[in-house]
């Protein structure tokens, strides 16, 4: 049974997933890197607002609740560099005219993004060591080095977080799972414009991709790894 639950996932929904027998854990390896993917003030906005007022900032905005997860992040973070693991932050480049493509056909307002929405939240920004890992594209694997650079770390799985979780947090881990990489993610250290898209795809992503557990939950098991080294 699915360890993630939501009002808008109903029982007779998790009983069949059940029933056929997804969403079985499958736990970390020895190794973990942290994903931040996109948590850039293009997502967050400048500070917290509500979600009407901070799409004015910028439209790509997911408002105050993206706030929220940015605090797990900042716990997951904290574990992850007093262990010296790996950590990545692939991020949404500055568009140009040439990135039009069908995203940009789709959602125009991402063509126009102010440059300050590049910037990274400063409350979980880089620090020398971590690798930034420019894309175009909602997985982070797509056109991008990093399968490279986690056989580099000795990577063996991965703690994904960021924006959007139905987007390019969701495109990640199905790669990551492609891969073989066994895959978490906060269901509070990931956000969305929509509480339902949210959850349903946390809910799915449980079911065939990857561990879904609350960040509190996820840094008891990074502990029970770290004080085994």
Same mark, same amino acid.
């Given at each position: 049974?699915?360890?993630?639950?939501?009002?808008?996932?109903?029982?007779?929904?998790?009983?069949?997933?059940?029933?056929?027998?997804?969403?079985?854990?499958?736990?970390?390896?020895?190794?973990?890197?942290?994903?931040?993917? /996109?948590?850039?003030?293009?997502?967050?906005?400048?500070?917290?607002?509500?979600?009407?007022?901070?799409?004015?900032?910028? $439209?790509?905005?997911?408002?105050?609740?993206?706030?929220?997860?940015?605090? #797990?992040?900042?716990?997951?973070?904290?574990?992850?560099?007093?262990?010296?693991?790996?950590?990545?932050?692939?991020?949404?480049? $500055?568009?140009?005219?040439?990135?039009?493509?069908?995203?940009?056909?789709?959602?125009?307002?991402?063509? #126009?993004?102010?440059?300050?929405?590049?910037?990274?939240?400063?409350?979980?920004? $880089?620090?020398?060591?971590?690798?930034?890992?420019?894309?175009?594209?909602?997985?982070?694997?797509?056109?991008?080095?990093?399968?490279?650079?986690?056989?580099?770390?000795?990577?063996?799985?991965?703690?994904?977080?960021?924006?959007?979780?139905?987007?390019?947090?969701?495109?990640?881990?199905? /790669?990551?799972?492609?891969?073989?990489?066994?895959?978490?993610?906060?269901?509070?250290?990931?956000?969305?414009?929509?509480?339902?898209?949210?959850?349903?795809?946390?809910?799915?992503? /449980?079911?065939?991709?990857?561990?879904? #557990?609350?960040?509190?939950?996820?840094?008891?098991?990074? /502990?029970?790894?770290?004080?085994?080294?």
């Amino acid at each position: 049974m699915s360890r993630f639950s939501s009002e808008y996932i109903d029982a007779q929904t998790m009983g069949r997933y059940d029933a056929a027998g997804f969403g079985r854990p499958v736990g970390m390896g020895k190794r973990p890197a942290l994903l931040i993917i /996109d948590v850039q003030y293009r997502t967050t906005g400048t500070t917290p607002m509500p979600f009407d007022k901070a799409i004015e900032e910028f $439209p790509t905005s997911v408002g105050e609740t993206a706030w929220d997860a940015v605090d #797990n992040i900042a716990k997951l973070l904290t574990v992850f560099r007093r262990n010296d693991w790996p950590v990545l932050y692939p991020h949404v480049a $500055p568009k140009k005219g040439f990135d039009q493509g069908a995203l940009g056909a789709k959602v125009p307002a991402i063509m #126009n993004i102010a440059s300050r929405g590049y910037d990274f939240v400063e409350e979980i920004a $880089p620090e020398e060591g971590d690798v930034l890992l420019p894309k175009k594209h909602p997985s982070a694997f797509f056109g991008t080095p990093l399968a490279s650079y986690l056989i580099q770390t000795g990577a063996d799985s991965l703690v994904v977080t960021g924006c959007s979780t139905s987007g390019c947090v969701r495109s990640t881990v199905a /790669d990551a799972f492609s891969y073989n990489y066994r895959v978490s993610v906060p269901s509070d250290a990931v956000y969305d414009r929509s509480q339902v898209v949210h959850d349903v795809n946390l809910f799915d992503m /449980d079911q065939k991709y990857a561990d879904v #557990n609350t960040t509190d939950e996820i840094i008891r098991s990074l /502990d029970s790894i770290g004080g085994t080294r």
